[in-house]
């Protein structure tokens, strides 16, 4: 469009009250040098009041923009001579923002009651009713669109010294709160950066994946944050410890189907649980929690922020980039930023390496002071410029920042990439007519884990470790290309089109895309060789259930080819001449993904009798071709960074 110019899910609370003031060298005495804190509470239009911290410049001499941050996670720390460490970008820190902090309804210090990912109510007019109109006897409707609004009132009515402009972002459930931001369309609001934005809690952030539940991060993190609050604290509560094992593999096989986690552990007190448990598809109490269809006439202008290796909500910032392109004109001015990070990580460390796999640049320093800080300098303070296309992306493998003004690129084709019968990826389409398949047995009680480490917490390393050890199992399918003589740069999202079969009557389908580096390579990395390494780019999961519908999930008919089409979040890759790529396919991935009893029947309630061992076949013959389609582009049409 046109321009005017995951750690411990326990502790994830604790680290994004920390990301609310970020990663860079201040320290608390240096932000009580040049600020002074208020804490006030702010009332609601339904009599409610929100606890909020107030941080203003010292210096009086002139007026700032405000920048405001409503979290779940503790505005923290509490008490007037109390201060943060640091804020989140130390550029904006010290060029001078009036920065505000607020917890948001129901979650510690401010009163209600909290709901997770509250619906946006679009029939519900934001503003409120003004003084002198005659008010409505029912209690007023809110939302936290509704609750954005009334904080923004609130603070340009009662502080001395703002300017008049508004800037709100935040980092994953926070980046949730900055899209309601969007919604709540208060005229002073004229920035808006929702960064790993929570966005659709069962396509694909956090604890679904095409309707397949995360185990791993929704029991680690509700086990503790799910917790009701009975009154305001400052306190957060601790999830589940009683782990009896270094070895989550081994704990989540013991606890058995989905149904014991709940009996044994959580005992029916989680709310959220309880709903998602109750809410086997995507009915409307999933899709009301989906403010994408909501992202119309859109007023502030918008930068969102991810990672493209963002174990927890890689899909949310995508998908509301294209929400907004989609559905608004090209006058709006969105923006989207993508770089080579985990969850939070343009906030925290250097950004330039993940694992064993090194980007060669330090990408997080980079972006705040280059990305982020003439972002909100330009919209909120009129300086400046902001120097960034539609789409600013890292590519990796290449390893350099480029731009594009759509996404995906229009130069990038759509490429089909087939699997062969001799476990090799062609361009060719089979053209056999028998029907040439792979089995393979996929067996409940062992299933494939995804990552070959011992370790208790779900590690965001696993985006891109080393797949050999998958490689190896006979129950995951391995095709590769030969070693490439040019580049391939895939550039967009990724579709799995699969023609497979089952002998149950469910299955999961998991597709990995893998960088096989050159066997030649010399370089060791955390004690790993290097020569070889199968690098994960991009892996996704699709219950296939919801092959068809996610509303309306339909069984397979046994042994039957069926196609499964879906798609995996986006990438910008190259693999690089001399390297491979490679394909893998697989029914379980566990315990990152809970396991699917290959039956067709409700998994949240099924019984351990319930799971049972299935054959599983992928085709790919010239009836049935199943193919990996990309948006590539030749090398030489990539932009140089800028």
């Known amino acids: 469009m046109n321009h005017t110019t995951k750690l411990g899910l326990t502790t994830l609370w604790v680290l994004f009250a920390g990301l609310l003031f970020g990663q860079n060298e201040e320290s608390a005495d240096w932000v009580r040098t040049h600020y002074n804190k208020q804490e006030v509470m702010i009332p609601m239009r339904d009599g409610n009041r929100l606890f909020t911290a107030i941080y203003t410049p010292k210096d009086t001499s002139k007026t700032y923009p405000i920048l405001m941050k409503r979290t779940p996670y503790s505005s923290g720390p509490y008490g007037i001579d109390q ?33 997770d990912v509250r619906p946006y109510l679009p029939t ?17 409707a809110i939302d936290e669109a509704t609750d954005t609004y009334d904080t923004v009132d609130w603070l340009l009515e009662h502080l001395s010294n703002d300017n008049g402009n508004v800037g ?4 994953s459930y926070p980046g949730f709160y900055s899209t309601m931001a969007i919604l709540a369309k208060h005229p002073a609001i004229k920035a808006v950066s929702p960064q790993a934005p929570v966005t659709d809690w069962f396509i694909g952030d956090d604890f679904h994946h095409n309707g397949a539940f995360m185990l791993m991060d929704a029991f680690s993190f509700y086990s503790g944050f799910g917790k009701p609050r009975p009154k305001p604290t400052t306190q957060g509560q601790p999830g589940f410890q009683d782990w009896k094992t270094p ?219 080393d797949q050999r050890f998958a490689s190896r199992r006979p129950d995951v399918l391995t095709y590769s290309t030969p070693v490439l003589e040019k580049p391939i740069t895939a550039t967009g999202p990724i579709i799995a089109d699969l023609w497979v079969s089952t002998s149950g009557t469910d299955a999961d389908w998991v ?57 995996l979040p986006d990438v910008a890759h190259t693999f690089l001449p001399g390297h491979r790529m490679m394909i893998q396919i697989q029914s379980s991935w566990f315990p990152l993904v809970d396991r699917n009893p290959q039956q067709f029947v409700n998994i949240y309630e099924c019984s351990d009798a319930d799971f049972i061992r299935a054959e599983h076949r992928v085709y790919h013959s010239a009836q049935h071709p199943s193919a990996i389609r990309f948006y590539t582009l030749e090398k030489g049409e990539t932009q140089a960074p800028r």
């Open 247 to 465: 070895d989550n593999y081994e704990f989540y096989l013991r606890t058995g189907a989905l149904r014991n986690f709940n009996e044994q552990y959580l005992k029916g007190g989680i709310p959220f649980w309880n709903d998602l448990v109750a809410h086997p598809n995507y009915d409307e109490w999933w899709q009301a929690r989906n403010p994408r269809p909501h992202l119309k006439e859109v007023q502030a202008a918008v930068l969102t922020v991810g990672g493209l290796f963002d174990a927890e909500d890689c899909f949310g910032a995508w998908q509301v980039y294209k929400a907004i392109e989609r559905q608004n004109s090209t006058k709006v001015s969105n923006r989207i930023i993508m770089g080579p990070w985990v969850h939070g990580g343009w906030a925290r460390g250097k950004g330039d390496r993940l694992g064993n796999v090194r980007f060669g640049v330090e990408t997080s320093d980079y972006y705040a002071r280059e990305m982020e800080f003439p972002f909100f300098e330009y919209y909120l303070k009129g300086k400046g410029q902001v120097a960034l296309d539609d789409v600013t992306v890292f590519e990796t493998g290449s390893n350099q920042w480029t731009q594009y003004p759509a996404w995906p690129p229009a130069q990038a084709k759509e490429t089909a990439y087939y699997l062969r019968d001799n476990h090799q990826i062609s361009l060719q389409k089979p053209d056999k007519p028998t029907e040439a398949s792979h089995e393979y047995l996929s067996d409940p009680a062992h299933p494939v884990p995804y990552t070959e480490d011992v370790h208790l917490r779900r590690t965001r390393e696993y985006m891109t470790d």
């Open 83 to 115: 201060f943060p460490a640091q804020f989140q970008n130390k550029y904006l820190a010290k060029e001078g923002y009036i920065f505000v902090n607020q917890d948001v309804r129901g979650r510690y210090m401010s009163e209600g009651e909290f709901v």
């Open 168 to 171: 709100v972002y935040g980092i």
């Open 511 to 567: 597709v990995k895309v893998i960088d096989v580096f050159p066997d030649t390579l010399s370089a060791v990395e955390n004690g790993v060789p290097m020569g070889g390494y199968q690098m994960l780019v991009r892996g996704e999961v699709m219950r296939g259930r919801f092959r068809n519908s996610f509303e309306e999930p339909e069984p397979f008919v046994p042994r039957e080819a069926t196609r499964v089409r879906f798609e």
């Open 124 to 140: 519900t007019t934001t503003e409120p009713v003004k003084k002198g109109k005659k008010a409505k006897k029912e209690q007023p």
